[in-house]
């Protein structure tokens, strides 16, 4: 048992672990385990101080470490240890890529040495390989970039960024001041320490001694680039759909099953939007919603006849209906909710995401929605987003899956703030009025489009082939045809569609069309086409970090038609079938008459190279062995994929009982070969590198008869033997007559959580890495089995209930100037350890701008309750006097003053703020805080809080 996974301190402190099952055993008993205690001073006040795990490690050899790598490492848990998010190793060293990041790490050749492996982790920057040397680039403008140079020419250079996301960024010459060699790698100094103890940098040496020892010369695919565009021919073909030319031209040109763009049914509509605004909008349809596809019809009539023509046309409509539209109100609540949702399940992938004043972001790049506000009340708008293939049933809206209460947030945050500037008084359809519209309904044209009864509609026009851009619809000119708003470049495509030779689309280019249409694109890649864009990327979000880029990004579509089962692809297409729920965006349905054909389409267009499948005799013999594989005892699959719906301790990656009922068996042997050949986001490692079985001791170490027992066993789907580790049950750290700690990652906390268990059965987790109380909770303590049984990449869980979450984001900051939070370290607060009292309690240390904090919480009794709260002291020095602090003392969606002092937050969290401090309650992202002004005047001020809850 890992000993360093939980720290306790004190002569006569002991960790309860109370196991209630592990795999075989059946009998409840305690164990008192042998586990490291940090045997302090007696005093109460002696810091816990420790050095990283990367100086520990260059205190020794590289010679000895090497050894013991070779010797002692475990090189299955050193390759999921390469592929885990937080060392992202194969972001950078994925092996058949184009330009990479990072070299590939097989067959380095005889100058990798194993010293030479070690010393590449704990000094990056000592010997950095030819052709991967960094440089620092300051533009005209100030900005400094550093990375790799991967392409220039004399008017351009492509710099790869070394850090955050690892964007390629074009920069013309004339854009650059200087550029200077670096001495630094773009590996980082200290990314052992994301490592938990020696053991695991020994895995990982040894898993890099197997790379480096493999076949470099293997086939592997490239990784495409993505963010490209179909071209003009095809774009034409799409807009030709996109604006229903075909209602009234015979379609001879596009040779593409993408059914036709179709209006809205306006039975559906009329009672559900405003008939002031629908008068609006036929009067002048691209001016009132900017960026419609509705082509204006009037524009050979003068500008009293279609004032005329609209109010006729309108009071028709309205008669098409007995629903009554009326304004209704919007509840601010419910349009907060909302806001969460549209930027999350996928909304913002084609409609632009907004800022706090529902300002949009990326106007320019979106699909317009108009002044919402003005069109719709809110039972038309929440009708319509449940079930929008019901009202406009070629699926460019598609449906999102909303639930009732979803729909009911997104519509009220949609038609937030209300609109005024159409009128609201109620509109009713005259008799007379309504006749002279349905004269002009069919005078106009309207009928080719909109179908408001049984009557058979026909082209009436030139069939497409015989259309040209200097007639008709296609021209700037006005006349007796509809007029549509259209750019230079989409006449142009329109152009290249109409006069492109008479071959047949092949089913890429049919797939590609289809995919632009559908705006798929926005979030899948496919070969180069596509991609979640740079801009839009924040707004793809997963429930599991743990994952990297492929927990919350949808999985690309390239190769999709040979990796899927065609049954299994028709039931995503169709009827959204996933098996990737931690993945927030939604996958939006089209609908089957729309999509279906997609199916084979993906099938035709789609092919591998069809790989040799290993014979065998004993099918149980080799079910066996697979089932070894899968287990703790092999290649420890369970430790990051679900199995049989059970999530794994690790990370709950895509259910193994069903790959072979969704993936064809040829796609899962190229897969199981070389994981980023496929996927180049997967955090997948790679067990035969190079060709090479890492478990030499299963089924002769040949890798094409290990694949094929991983199928075999994996036949079984969800009557799968159980593997090995697979039945495991809670541990429980308990706290009794003394505080306990658990420093481990958390859910949402990162790895510098400081988990504290009281006495009195309420805890919390302190944010080393930010400076902030993280989350409080009552009840029982933490299980630490996450940790334990993952190789100490999981995550500690809290038990016990009433779990109260804070913000990201340093407690204490600048008023003026605070640090805008991401998930790094604030660059101003430095963690100085902490200091454990008689209790057991800790002192959290920590500086910031030269101001020295203490943070001490403590487990006490309300005495007009008896239940327990968390009493917090937060002491700061200074050498002199100090303004302009602010202290946040907690964040929610609701946060309600109850009396002087006292807020209640979240209707379940009361926190009573001391005498000589007043708390104001603030805006914030996703909801409130609670801010306390503070001022050190004397050298020193203290703050206390009570949480109650």
């Known amino acids: 048992?890992?000993?360093?996974?939980?720290?306790?301190?004190?002569?006569?402190?002991?960790?309860?672990?109370?196991?209630?099952?592990?795999?075989?055993?059946?009998?409840?008993?305690?164990?008192?385990?042998?586990?490291?205690?940090?045997?302090?001073?007696?005093?109460?006040?002696?810091?816990?101080?420790?050095?990283?795990?990367?100086?520990?490690?260059?205190?020794?050899?590289?010679?000895?470490?090497?050894?013991?790598a070779r010797k002692k490492g475990d090189v299955v848990r050193g390759a999921i240890l390469f592929a885990q998010q937080n060392l992202s190793c194969t972001r950078c060293h994925a092996p058949g890529v184009a330009n990479p990041v990072g070299p590939d790490l097989t067959g380095l050749g005889a100058e990798a040495t194993d010293a030479y492996l070690v010393e590449s982790l704990l000094e990056p920057s000592k010997a950095i390989r030819k052709g991967f040397e960094s440089v620092t680039l300051v533009t005209m403008e100030g900005r400094t970039l550093a990375g790799r140079i991967i392409d220039e020419s004399p008017e351009n250079i492509v710099l790869q960024i070394s850090s955050g996301d690892l964007r390629r960024v074009s920069l013309s010459r004339a854009e650059i001041d200087e550029i200077s060699p670096s001495r630094v790698s773009a590996m980082p100094d200290n990314l052992v320490d994301q490592l938990e103890s020696r053991e695991q940098f020994l895995d990982l040496v040894r898993y890099l001694m197997e790379l480096a020892a493999a076949d470099p010369n293997r086939t592997n695919h490239a990784r495409p680039t993505a963010g490209q565009s179909i071209g003009p021919e095809l774009q034409g073909i799409v807009l030709l759909k996109e604006f229903n030319c075909e209602a009234c031209h015979r379609d001879d040109v596009t040779?593409?099953?993408?059914?036709?763009?179709?209006?809205?049914?306006?039975?559906r509509t009329t009672g559900r939007i405003n008939p002031h605004f629908v008068r609006q909008f036929i009067a002048d349809p691209s001016n009132t919603h900017p960026g419609t596809t509705m082509p204006d019809v009037m524009s050979g009539l003068a500008?009293?006849?279609?004032?005329?023509?609209?109010?006729?046309?309108?009071?028709?409509?309205?008669?098409?209906?007995?629903?009554?539209?009326?304004?209704?109100?919007v509840e601010s609540a419910a349009a907060t909710r909302g806001r969460e949702v549209f930027h999350t399940v996928g909304c913002a992938a084609c409609h632009s995401p907004r800022d706090d004043d529902s300002r949009e972001l990326l106007p320019e790049s979106s699909v317009p929605l108009g002044a919402v506000p003005r069109k719709y009340n809110l039972d038309g708008l929440v009708a319509f987003l449940k079930n929008p293939l019901e009202f406009r049933p070629s699926g460019r809206m598609p449906d999102m899956r909303l639930s009732h209460a979803e729909a009911i947030d997104v519509a009220s945050y949609l038609l937030s703030p209300p609109q005024v500037d159409v009128a609201s008084k109620p509109f009713e359809a005259l008799r007379e009025l309504s006749a002279k519209g349905k004269a002009r309904f069919s005078q106009l044209g309207c009928r080719q489009c909109h179908r408001v009864d049984s009557s058979d509609v026909r082209p009436t026009s030139l069939p497409l082939s015989r259309v040209r851009s200097e007639h008709g619809c296609l021209s700037a000119n006005s006349g007796n045809w509809p007029a549509f708003t259209l750019s230079e470049p989409q006449r142009k495509s329109i152009q290249a569609a109409l006069t492109r030779q008479s071959y047949a689309l092949s089913s890429h280019d049919q797939v590609a069309v289809a995919l632009t249409a559908f705006r798929c694109l926005n979030c899948h890649q496919r070969d180069e086409l596509g991609g979640v864009s740079d801009e839009r990327d924040p707004y793809f979000q997963t429930e599991d970090p743990n994952l990297g880029p492929q927990g919350r990004i949808p999985p690309a579509l390239t190769g999709v038609g040979a990796?899927?089962?065609?049954?299994?692809?028709?039931?995503?297409?169709?009827?959204?079938?996933?098996?990737?729920?931690?993945?927030?965006?939604?996958?939006?349905?089209h609908g089957t008459a729309n999509v279906a054909h997609l199916v084979d389409l993906f099938q035709q267009a789609d092919r591998l190279p069809q790989a040799e499948f290993a014979a065998f005799k004993d099918q149980k013999e080799m079910r066996e062995a697979g089932a070894e594989m899968v287990g703790t005892g092999g290649l420890n699959c369970i430790v990051c994929h679900t199995f049989q719906l059970k999530k794994s301790a690790n990370m709950p990656a895509v259910d193994l009982t069903e790959m072979t009922e969704r993936l064809q068996k040829n796609w899962f042997y190229h897969y199981m070969r070389n994981p980023q050949s496929l996927s180049p986001n997967t955090i997948m490692p790679s067990f035969w590198p190079g060709g090479r079985a890492l478990r030499q001791d299963i089924l002769g170490g040949n890798r094409e008869v290990q694949i094929e027992a991983l199928w075999q066993y994996l036949l079984d789907?969800?009557?799968?033997?159980?593997?090995?580790?697979?039945?495991?049950?809670?541990?429980?750290?308990?706290?009794?007559?003394?505080?306990?700690?658990?420093?481990?990652?958390?859910?949402?906390?990162?790895?510098?959580?400081?988990?504290?268990?009281?006495?009195?059965?309420?805890?919390?987790?302190?944010?080393?890495?930010?400076?902030?109380?993280?989350m409080i909770w009552k009840g029982k303590f933490a299980d630490p089995a996450g940790v334990w049984r993952s190789q100490g990449h999981g995550a500690a869980r809290p038990l016990g209930d009433s779990l109260m979450r804070f913000s990201a984001g340093p407690d204490l900051d600048d008023t003026e100037n605070p640090w805008i939070v991401d998930e790094e370290r604030p660059p101003?607060?430095?963690?100085?350890?902490?200091?454990?009292?008689?209790?057991?309690?800790?002192?959290?240390?920590?500086?910031?701008?030269?101001?020295?904090?203490?943070?001490?919480?403590?487990?006490?009794?309300?005495?007009?309750?008896g239940q327990p709260l968390i009493r917090r002291t937060v002491t700061l020095k200074a050498d002199s006097q100090r303004d302009g602090l602010t202290f946040r003392a907690a964040t929610g969606k609701?946060?309600?003053?109850?009396?002087?002092?006292?807020?209640?937050?979240?209707?379940?969290l009361q926190i009573k703020i001391d005498e000589g401090h007043a708390g104001t309650i603030v805006d914030a992202t996703g909801g409130k805080e609670l801010r306390i002004p503070l001022r050190i005047a004397d050298g020193s001020t203290r703050l206390t809080l009570e949480y109650k809850w």
């Open 1 to 68: 048992m890992r000993g360093e996974c939980w720290i306790m301190a004190g002569v006569t402190a002991y960790l309860k672990v109370r196991v209630l099952a592990v795999e075989t055993m059946k009998l409840e008993k305690y164990v008192f385990t042998s586990i490291v205690l940090v045997l302090l001073l007696v005093a109460s006040d002696v810091s816990v101080m420790a050095r990283s795990l990367s100086q520990q490690l260059k205190t020794e050899s590289l010679e000895a470490l090497a050894e013991d």
């Open 255 to 267: 040779q593409s099953p993408l059914s036709a763009k179709q209006p809205p049914d306006l039975l």
């Open 303 to 329: 500008v009293s006849e279609r004032q005329t023509a609209a109010e006729e046309i309108a009071h028709y409509l309205a008669s098409l209906s007995d629903r009554k539209f009326s304004a209704q109100p």
């Open 563 to 589: 990796k899927l089962n065609p049954q299994w692809l028709r039931q995503v297409l169709v009827s959204g079938r996933t098996v990737r729920p931690y993945v927030l965006t939604r996958m939006p349905q």
């Open 717 to 774: 789907g969800r009557q799968a033997r159980t593997p090995r580790g697979l039945i495991v049950e809670p541990l429980e750290l308990l706290a009794t007559d003394e505080a306990v700690m658990l420093r481990r990652s958390y859910p949402g906390v990162g790895k510098r959580g400081i988990g504290v268990g009281y006495p009195s059965q309420v805890n919390l987790v302190f944010d080393a890495e930010q400076m902030r109380l993280a």
């Open 828 to 865: 101003r607060h430095q963690f100085k350890g902490y200091s454990l009292d008689e209790k057991m309690r800790p002192r959290f240390r920590y500086e910031f701008a030269g101001i020295t904090v203490e943070d001490f919480a403590v487990d006490a009794l309300d005495p007009s309750t």
């Open 894 to 908: 609701t946060i309600v003053r109850r009396d002087d002092g006292v807020f209640l937050l979240d209707d379940r």
